[in-house]
Structures are given as structure tokens and as C-alpha cells.
């Protein structure tokens, strides 16, 4: 079954970056889309950005982009997202998800905290 563990969250500054990465094993890589999402508490998760694994296709957010980078890592069974130019705005628990080409998102993993200060 699709397993998804997220890292690389923190404290940050306004203006400072963060690497988040999602490991990811179970997946028939090249039929998955992989995805970010972010959630505050009591409310239902913001689409951030995802990547096509077979091609590398990128969608992303109007609020994220210029400032996001999604990519994978063939090697590695991973997926990151680049976060520069931080915002307050930006602060939330971070989750990696999958979906099949064409279908919906039906894996998710534990999250990540994101939290950026003024």
C-alpha cells in the first residue's frame, strides 16, 4: 500500500526558505501525480502544487507561484517542495499526497509543521 512521510518543517522568518521532502513508497511511479497540500486547523486542505511523475508536469497555486518548486527524485522515491520568499500567510501543517493519472487524491501522509514568523 502507498506509505507518505513528510520532513523538513520549522520555524522560519518572513523572507527565509524551507525544503519540505515526501517519501513515498508503494506507488507505481509513473502513473501517479504526486501533491502538496496545506491545512489550518478546523478547515479542509489548500492545493499547493503537484508534479506529474512520468513527465514532470507542474500545476501550482496563484499563491504560491514563483516562490514554490515541486520536483522529484527518481532515486530517491521523493518529492519536494522548495519554499523561498516565506510569507506568514504560508504557515500551516504541510501533507504530501498521491492520486492516479486522471483520478482523485486517496493517499495522504501525517503532515508537516510550517510556521513563519513576521
Known amino acids: 500500500q502507498v506509505q507518505l512521510v513528510e520532513s523538513g518543517g520549522g520555524l522560519v522568518q518572513a523572507g527565509g526558505s524551507l525544503r519540505l521532502s515526501c517519501a513515498a513508497s508503494?506507488?507505481?511511479?509513473?502513473?501517479?501525480?504526486m501533491g502538496w497540500f496545506r491545512q489550518a486547523p478546523g478547515k479542509e486542505p489548500d492545493f499547493v502544487a503537484s508534479?506529474?511523475?512520468?513527465?514532470?508536469?507542474?500545476t501550482y497555486s496563484d499563491s504560491v507561484k514563483g516562490r514554490f518548486t515541486i520536483s522529484r527524485d527518481n532515486a530517491k522515491n521523493t518529492v519536494n517542495l522548495q519554499m523561498n520568499s516565506l510569507k506568514p500567510e504560508d504557515t500551516a501543517v504541510y501533507y504530501c499526497?498521491?492520486?492516479?493519472?486522471?483520478?482523485?487524491?486517496?493517499?495522504w501522509g501525517q503532515g508537516t509543521q510550517v510556521t513563519v514568523s513576521s
Open positions: 499526497a498521491t492520486r492516479p493519472v486522471g483520478g482523485q487524491y486517496d493517499s
Open positions: 508503494g506507488l507505481t511511479f509513473r502513473r501517479y501525480a
Open positions: 508534479i506529474i511523475w512520468s513527465t514532470g508536469t507542474t
